[in-house]
């Protein structure tokens, strides 16, 4: 499995490190608070700890890709993680309107 590092501002963080776990080697999550306001030197701290660990994927959310599109990643390849939700069984669309 590749080593990565996560990053998050969501209110359950456990959750998405524990969905990407089954298929990444997780080397480290930087969980920041839901809503955070992401800085450049949140940016650069992270990205110092990936060169010093060798780890070049960062893992985020749709969420936090909005909000760290005018950032810059200077060493790390950002991925942005889609997260979908599927109702089993099946429920018609009509009952939800």
């Given at each position: 499995a590749s080593r990565v590092?996560?990053?998050?501002?969501i209110?359950?963080?456990?959750?998405?490190?524990?969905?990407?776990?089954?298929r990444f080697e997780v080397a480290h999550h930087f969980s920041y608070p839901d809503h955070y306001q992401w800085?450049?030197?949140?940016i650069d701290k992270i990205e110092a700890q990936a060169v010093k660990?060798?780890?070049?994927?960062?893992l985020i959310t749709e969420k936090d890709a909005v909000?760290?599109?005018?950032?810059v990643f200077r060493y790390l390849q950002v991925h942005v993680v889609k997260l979908s939700l599927s109702?089993?069984?099946?429920?018609?669309y009509e009952k939800f309107v």
């Open positions: 590092f996560l990053a998050s501002s209110a359950v963080p456990g959750s998405f490190a524990q969905t990407l776990q089954s800085q450049q030197k949140d660990n060798e780890i070049k994927d960062l909000k760290l599109d005018t950032l109702l089993q069984p099946e429920l018609p």
